[in-house]
DNA sequence: CGACCATTTGATATGGATCAAGCGATGTGG
DNA sequence: CCACATCGCTTGATCCATATCAAATGGTCG
């Protein structure tokens, strides 16, 4: 995390550079409740939310921008646990400390929430209590969906990876991916080289189109499903 | 699931073969209340607890045995999600339904919990709730350790395989695998090939010891751990 | 003993990694 | 405004870890 903790609840900011406490924007998975409790922050690009092994004293809320978790290897390699998009609450960890890395892929503001106090509205309000239990439940669910990526071949983690941004980023057949490649590449346990290769291939293939590097048209939907196993 | 169901609310079997309600043998992780609402149901080696995509009504507890689940995909390819251990829940699915199947590894004690019972129950008891959700979140952390392995090479999913059984069985040094290799392929997404000769590998750096195919001896730990990554 | 099944071992093939170069967009200093 | 460095991405050549195909071994049960 950054240097300066916890001025005015709020980590990693002077209480200036904080906005004050304020509604979210987006959908709100607590019915608004937990939201109220938190405080907007905002990231630069590549700023850390939270580091892993740190203590996990907040809950987090993407309002806008993308954030990804990731940890890093003793040799070097690192692995993208999750993308995050406008809406989706991360900083889900079960034991005090963080298992994963935070960071603001693009310029991102994220809601920061306490968790000693969502634990402890949770102990009086069992709306709030199961709410907090289907968070970690959808968590869960979406993390086995990562895992059955990582058993395929690369063409099938990467056609399931571009399946799923589309479902979540519900843009229809045009994606703009905020990530780079090499966030993509260590998402699905490839390399950059391999990520690139497949897309020209399923662009060779017309199941999609890449305009830039950036933005992916997805051209033939049944294709990609076939090819997604 | 099997064809006869739910006799007695407690699903696969006929009243005469299910074993009376009774307080489990392992350690409980909700203080006993959980369990005592539960029927103990015995399953032989390779027979279904559910089925991928049945209603998911049930929670589950292991007594005694091993069980894995597992998911197919179209082409026949399995990914093994998990084996279970004595004093382990499993059944935790997120949606109605089970993402996964069940089966006895070999011939097992399960507990068998009402779902709906155990909702109600945690609406009007803090503490089941609790307990609730901290063994999603536990199996969340499972989830995502099994994840971590994926993206390392096959020595290392391996030697993670070995010291994960050895943790949680928690039988020092010595380690009796329930399961086959073709199970601890497709939990690892390796061939059978290659769990065999990594373990023949490892064996011949004095690491382990393979006395029978099923039984495996950590001969040097901080070996292993350096192999880990 | 003989059949069967799980496991190991061997030979070869291949998907993806690695190493290396090229290319286009963006930004910076002269 | 242009030359040029930088960065992210793509493309090409080669290598290697693991898959695949095939056969031998060993343990279990009738």
Not at 71 to 97: N, S
Not at 190 to 196: C, K
């Amino acid at each position: 995390m950054l240097a300066q903790m916890d001025i005015g609840g709020i980590p990693g900011r002077t209480r200036a550079e904080a906005a004050p406490i304020r509604p979210a924007d987006g959908v709100c998975p607590f019915g608004g409740a937990i939201d109220l409790m938190g405080a907007s922050m905002a990231f630069a690009r590549n700023e850390e939310i939270y580091g892993e092994g740190e203590p996990a004293e907040y809950l987090y809320k993407v309002v806008s921008g993308t954030v990804r978790t990731y940890k890093t290897l003793a040799d070097g390699r690192r692995q993208v646990g999750a993308f995050h998009l406008p809406g989706e609450m991360f900083g889900i960890e079960t034991g005090g400390q963080h298992a994963f890395s935070a960071e603001a892929i693009d310029d991102a503001k994220v809601l920061v929430i306490k968790r000693s106090a969502v634990f402890s509205l949770a102990e009086r309000d069992n709306d709030v209590a199961r709410q907090l239990w289907e968070l970690t439940a959808r968590e869960l669910q979406r993390v086995q969906e990562h895992l059955s990526l990582l058993i395929k071949t690369a063409q099938e983690r990467v056609v399931g990876f571009l399946l799923e941004m589309a479902e979540r980023a519900h843009a229809g057949n045009q994606i703009e991916l905020p990530m780079s490649r090499q966030d993509i590449a260590d998402y699905l346990g490839l390399t950059i080289e391999t990520v690139s290769r497949t897309l020209t291939q399923l662009a060779t293939m017309a199941a999609i189109e890449v305009p830039t590097s950036r933005r992916i048209v997805l051209r033939n939907r049944a294709a990609l499903a076939r090819l997604n196993a």
